[in-house]
């Protein structure tokens, strides 16, 4: 948990690496999924679990969890013909993914 009840709880990693966050307002009218880039110098540096807590809080979560971090995270979206990838994973190779978190627009 980064966020929990509304306070950033205590974060032992202090090196920056690749980052996958999600989490929710207080009124749950909203969901936020960040990605982070890493490892790249000179691009993104990546986040230390401080750094993760601190920007869901600035986001306005009141709940947040990290996901996932290093080349496992990949940001991907649907456009009318495929799947794009929106973020730069390191070196741009992307892994296999045994699983995945999906969301669905309600029709």
């Not at 290093?70 to 741009?92: C, E, F, M, W, Y």
């Amino acid at each position: 948990m980064l966020i929990l009840d509304g306070k950033v709880t205590k974060q032992d990693s202090k090196i920056r690496h690749p980052r996958t966050m999600v989490g929710y307002d207080k009124e749950q009218n909203y969901l936020y999924f960040v990605v982070i880039d890493g490892r790249q110098n000179g691009y993104s540096e990546g986040m230390t679990g401080t750094e993760q807590s601190q920007l869901m809080k600035e986001l306005g979560c009141w709940e947040a969890l990290n996901l996932d971090g290093g080349g496992s995270s990949v940001l991907v979206i649907k456009t009318a013909d495929n799947l794009a990838i929106v973020n730069q994973p390191p070196k741009r190779n992307i892994r296999p993914i045994p699983s995945l978190l999906g969301i669905r627009k309600k029709l």
